[in-house]
């Protein structure tokens, strides 16, 4: 294929941002998926990561590949296909040269006492923590034993226009666009650092177009903490009770809704501080995150014209 920089997985929010920001710069950009893609200007390929075969064609050409592909959120899932998308997408970047972007969350760091930063150590204490910590292990192995070159951008819980897997999104942003009372899981006077998905997607430009960012583990931009609170507040709650959806509810809401289930282990996440620090990625480039209040009101507007459509 001719373009040199392409998306596994350019369909999902992080993929169309990353799309997007590529595309400013000025370079050829593809888009792998199981659709075509909704972004003006890119190079749709027709792909299923699972199959081995079309990820190598796909790769095919490329400079630079970025793995922002998503998976439903389910542990059983995760375990049985996440390792067969990297290793996939592994073998196809050492047998291309590829330069291999990969998109991860923090999940692998487990329960962290203080702000979370790129030497934090893995210590997963989820199921889906120790499947990104595996997925973790495999790059570096093949870093080292196969002549991978491999650059992580790592964010926070994400949020922004059309993440509609995030839980800010679908618990407090949604609801406040369409008139009802937003929703913070576990305890909402807790500080809990979101990242916003366009910051995302510039991040991972970044590191895949300035040979600086180049085989190292990087922090996207995020913006400093606040509480849960504070978020629904900024998203126009002010004049709306803020509803909390404690242990007790979530324990009831498991037997009936599986992303209330997959959600529970993931607790710790919302009963202790979450801090992500950014400031390596931000001190390196220049690049500072979007204002807070700035991305939750985008986001809010974007909900909006959802709700109006």
Do not use: C
């Amino acid at each position: 294929m001719s373009t040199t920089h392409v998306i596994l997985g350019g369909n999902g929010v992080i993929g169309r941002e990353t799309a997007q920001a590529l595309l400013a710069t000025g370079v050829s950009v593809g888009s792998v998926g199981r659709r075509a893609s909704t972004v003006p200007g890119v190079t749709s390929v027709i792909a299923d990561l699972l199959d081995r075969d079309a990820v190598r064609t796909a790769l095919d050409g490329a400079d630079v590949a970025y793995l922002t592909a998503g998976l439903p959120y389910s542990a059983a899932l995760w375990e049985q296909r996440w390792p067969r998308i990297v290793e996939n997408v592994i073998e196809a970047a050492v047998a291309t040269g590829t330069h291999l972007v990969s998109l991860d969350n923090v999940y692998a760091y487990g329960a962290v006492d203080g702000p979370m930063t790129e030497g934090t150590p893995l210590a997963p204490v989820s199921r889906k923590g120790r499947v990104r910590a595996r997925a973790a292990a495999a790059l570096a192995a093949a870093v080292a034993e196969r002549g991978l070159v491999s650059t992580v951008g790592r964010s926070a819980d994400f949020f922004g226009p059309g993440a509609s897997t995030s839980v800010f999104n679908s618990f407090g942003i949604d609801p406040i666009a369409a008139g009802r009372p937003g929703t913070w899981l576990y305890d909402a006077d807790l500080p809990h650092s979101l990242t916003y998905t366009p910051d995302v997607g510039r991040g991972l430009a970044i590191l895949g177009t300035d040979t600086a960012a180049r085989g190292r583990l990087w922090h996207l931009p995020t913006g400093p903490a606040l509480t849960g609170r504070d978020y629904l507040r900024l998203a126009g709650g002010h004049d709306r009770p803020i509803k909390i959806m404690g242990a007790a509810m979530m324990r009831i809401g498991s037997l009936f809704n599986a992303g209330a289930r997959e959600t529970r282990e993931m607790s710790y996440q919302y009963t202790a501080p979450y801090r992500f620090d950014s400031s390596a990625f931000e001190l390196a480039f220049g690049v500072r995150p979007t204002p807070i209040a700035d991305a939750v009101a985008e986001t809010v507007r974007a909900a909006g014209a959802g709700v109006r459509a």
